[in-house]
């Protein structure tokens, strides 16, 4: 019995990638371990803090970091740093920011939902939004027009849930900031490379250690040494209330520690998901094919294509008999208005996929 299902929560197979909603990773013994360890002892937390920056910039290559209970608290501190600094009294009034500069400048089409609003996130931060443009189409004009002495700071969201076509480039965004003397803060919550926006020269990147980071609840902040200072000073304030602690460090720096070598098993993964095609071949209502990741990455999907016809149900039918059964299997669902369900092999545990073949088969012959 799995510990969560002591507590009298189904057991879930996680077939749909990281996703925080089903408890985004499965940590390494190894970062397990670090977590346990960590939790049952003692340390100055601002010391470790500050030992924590140093890890961060030997990782990524920017000059400090400040780990943070997710992305998403990485976006409020980071809207809280660019407008109070170290300022203690501007600190222990956040959200409220009347009179200093607040305005945190997003393109229309990365005001989006990841699990919540990003601009809810930055409003808790103390940001005034100011989004510019349309959903589907920003200009350059756009964004620097929007720049006043109110300006605290560009936003940019690097994701696939922001919209990629007629949004104006990092490396404008960057241009705007400069020539403006603002800093740009970029949300790369899960993406993989850990150097690449610090190395185009971003003030600010937040990312998530839940996802490609395979740590535990965590995240953190790189970039600039003043700025991370006052990251880190608002453990004071608005930080507070989403503070992360001693074992989330540790077993946040345990996985970024081990995130360069970690061991690609993206052969493994494939081989997996073929035999879960092959095993499908001839259950009526189902073809598997082979699908790498639509953003390139070395990430080979099994993807169900469910002929309703023949299987007397659609996909979304399919896919609420997955979720309702016992375990309850979850699957990758964005093309399940073409009849497709994708199987993600990343977060399936040892034999998982031999469970899902077995339930696949039973809901078809139904
Ligand atoms: C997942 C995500 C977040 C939130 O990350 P957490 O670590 O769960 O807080 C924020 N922004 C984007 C773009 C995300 O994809």
């Not at 400090?64 to 009034?93: F, K, Q, W």
């Not at 490609?212 to 953190?220: K, N």
Request: proline share 4%.
């Amino acid at each position: 019995m799995s510990i969560f299902e002591q507590y009298g929560c189904k057991k879930v197979i996680n077939a749909s990638g990281k996703m925080t909603a089903l408890g985004a990773s499965a940590v390494a013994p190894v970062v397990a371990d670090a977590l346990r360890t960590a939790a049952m002892d003692y340390v100055d937390v601002s010391e470790l803090l500050v030992a924590a920056g140093k890890v961060i910039a030997s990782v990524t290559g920017a000059e400090d970091g400040c780990p943070t209970t997710g992305a998403a608290a990485g976006t409020a501190i980071a809207a809280a740093a660019v407008i109070a600094g170290t300022n203690l009294s501007l600190i222990e009034s956040i959200p409220n920011t009347n009179g200093v500069p607040n305005e945190i400048i997003i393109q229309k089409g990365h005001s989006v939902h990841f699990g919540a609003p990003i601009i809810q996130m930055l409003s808790i931060g103390g940001a005034k939004v100011v989004e510019v443009g349309q959903a589907n189409h920003v200009e350059k004009e756009h964004i620097a027009d929007a720049v006043t002495d109110r300006t605290a700071a560009l936003f940019y969201v690097k994701s696939h849930h922001a919209v990629q076509k007629g949004m104006q480039s990092i490396e404008t965004m960057l241009a705007i900031a400069k020539e403006k003397g603002i800093p740009l803060i970029i949300d790369a919550a899960a993406e993989e490379d850990l150097r690449k926006y610090i190395a185009m020269g971003a003030d600010l990147v937040i990312y998530s250690g839940g996802k490609a980071i395979e740590g535990p609840t965590s995240g953190m902040i790189c970039g600039r040494a003043s700025l991370i200072e006052a990251c880190r000073a608002q453990y004071k304030g608005v930080g507070r209330p989403m503070k992360i602690g001693k074992e989330g460090i540790i077993g946040f720096l345990t996985a970024l520690q081990r995130y360069d070598d970690r061991p690609d098993e993206s052969q493994q993964q494939l081989e997996r998901m073929k035999w879960l095609i092959e095993q499908l071949k001839g259950t009526p209502g189902v073809t598997g094919t082979i699908l790498q990741d639509e953003a390139g990455r070395a990430i080979y999907r099994a993807q169900l294509a469910i002929d309703a016809k023949a299987a007397g149900k659609t996909a979304y039918d399919v896919i609420r008999e997955l979720e309702s059964g016992n375990p309850a299997i979850y699957t990758r669902n964005h093309y399940a208005n073409l009849g497709l369900i994708n199987i993600d092999p990343r977060p399936l545990l040892e034999g998982q996929e031999e469970i899902i073949v077995a339930r696949v088969k039973e809901i078809l012959a139904k």
